[in-house]
C-alpha cells in the first residue's frame, strides 16, 4: 500500500461511491527494541581536527524491500564524498565524518544519539548535510543559513551547476541531521535532486537497486564533495 494505491482508492470512492468495498487485514506489530549502531568514518583535519563536517543518510529501511533509494542512495554518496577527496589526495583543514544513521524510519533514534554524543563530547559542527531524499538528478541544497549568508555563497552555484545542483536556498537539513542544530547550532542541509519520481519507489516493494540511475546517483555524491570541499575551504 502507498500513496499511489491512496490516490487510486480514492479515485474509486469518487466515481464509484455505493460500489466500493475495502477489505484490509494488517500484520504489523511492534517489536522490542534491539541494539543499533551510527556507522562513522573520518577524514582528520589538518588545521582544525577538532570542528567537524559530518554528510550522511540512513543506513535503515523498510520491510518490503532493499531501500536501495531510501536511503541506500544517500548512504553511498556520503561514503563517495570521502572516497573522492581522498583519491585526489585533498587534505581537508577541518574533519570530514561520514556518518550512517540508525533507525531513521522508526524514531530517528540515530540522529539524536548523534548530536547528543557530540553535545557531550564538546565537539564543534559547522555543517551537517544530509541525503535522503533518493539519488536523482541533483538540483538545490537546502541550507539553514541566515539570508545575508546564503546570499554570500551565491556565486558557488556556478561551480556546482556542471553537476547539476543550481539552487542554494533556505531550509533544514533531514530528519537526521536537524538535531545537530538544535543539540550543537550546526548549519544543517540537504540534497534536494528532482523528486517526480522518489515517490514510486519510497518505502515500497520496488525501491531495489535497478531502480537507482547510476549516473544521477554519482552527480548528486559529486555535488555534495564539491560542497563540502567549499565549505571546508571558505566556511559558511
Ligand atoms: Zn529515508
Request: aromatic share 8%; proline share 5%.
Amino acid at each position: 500500500m502507498g500513496l499511489r494505491d491512496a490516490d487510486r482508492l480514492a479515485e474509486q470512492l469518487k466515481t464509484n461511491p455505493g460500489a466500493t468495498t475495502v477489505y484490509m487485514r494488517s500484520g504489523a506489530h511492534m517489536l522490542p527494541d534491539t541494539p543499533a549502531h551510527n556507522i562513522i568514518g573520518e577524514l582528520k583535519g589538518t588545521e582544525f581536527p577538532d570542528q567537524y563536517i559530518t554528510v550522511g543518510g540512513h543506513l535503515d529501511s523498510w520491510d518490503p524491500a532493499e531501500g536501495a533509494q531510501d536511503d541506500g542512495a544517500g548512504c553511498v554518496q556520503s561514503i563517495e564524498v570521502l572516497r573522492a577527496l581522498k583519491a585526489i589526495g585533498y587534505k581537508p583543514r577541518h574533519t570530514i565524518r561520514v556518518v550512517l544513521f540508525a533507525n531513521e524510519e522508526n524514531g530517528g533514534r540515530g540522529g539524536r544519539k548523534y548530536a547528543e554524543a557530540a553535545k557531550d563530547a564538546g565537539e564543534k559542527h559547522l555543517l551537517g548535510l544530509e541525503s535522503d531524499n533518493g539519488g536523482f538528478t541533483p538540483r538545490a541544497f537546502t541550507l539553514s543559513l541566515s539570508e545575508d549568508k546564503l546570499a554570500a555563497i551565491q556565486p558557488w552555484i556556478s561551480l556546482l551547476k556542471p553537476y547539476g545542483v543550481y539552487e542554494l536556498e533556505h531550509g533544514g537539513g533531514g530528519s537526521d541531521v536537524n538535531p545537530m542544530a538544535r543539540q550543537l547550532n550546526a548549519t544543517v542541509g540537504e540534497l534536494r535532486p528532482d523528486s517526480q519520481r522518489y515517490f514510486e519507489y519510497h518505502h515500497a516493494r520496488n525501491d531495489v537497486l535497478e531502480n537507482v540511475n547510476k549516473r544521477e546517483l554519482e552527480m548528486g555524491a559529486v555535488n555534495m564533495a564539491a560542497l563540502i570541499y567549499l565549505v571546508d575551504k571558505y566556511g559558511l
